[in-house]
């Protein structure tokens, strides 16, 4: 089994990550869990080691929903610092590279959450507007997904000033 793509770099963790981008009738589909309700997630997971970016989201995809979907486009890539909160990685500082993915939904979409975190914990899909009350990252799903452009765009959050 391939592994992936998270290197340990000092005392943190380096990931490469890819997110979809899955949206029907103004609502973006989002991925949580039991253990940490407060906030919602993008549905997608880290590269294998040997897996390119598209191929790792159509995976992933597939794992999260049972849906086998193909790319769209690219739409943005995120560098995100953020200290981690599940058992592998509590407080580490996470420097993370992310991917995310237009994806061309299927007319009778209808999706199945069948994922786990990496603690092992259920996830579950929930559809929801982008400009939603509920915390979920990331964040600027919340003001660009309501205009989506056709370029790719870069984004950066830092979060090493909070602990």
Known sequence: M???????????????RVGAIIMKD?????????????YLYSVGGRIKFGE?????VIREVYEETGVH????????????????????NRG???????????MKVPENFVPVS???TEDEHEEFLQWIEPDASIMYYPEFFRTELLHPEQGVKHFVTDGRTQT
């Not at 391939?2 to 490469?16: A, S, Y």
């Not at 103004?26 to 407060?38: A, D, H, S, T, Y």
């Not at 580490?92 to 237009?102: G, N, V």
């Open 2 to 16: 391939k592994k992936d793509m998270t290197v340990p770099c000092e005392d943190g963790l380096i990931n490469i």
């Open 26 to 38: 103004g609502q973006i589909l989002m991925v949580g869990n039991k253990i940490r309700p407060e």
């Open 52 to 56: 390119t970016a598209e191929e790792a």
């Open 69 to 88: 979907m193909e790319v769209d486009r690219l739409g943005f890539v995120h560098e995100n610092y953020f200290y981690g909160d599940a058992k592998t």
């Open 92 to 102: 580490k500082l996470i420097y993370e590279i992310s991917y995310f993915f237009y």
């Open 114 to 116: 069948q994922s786990f």
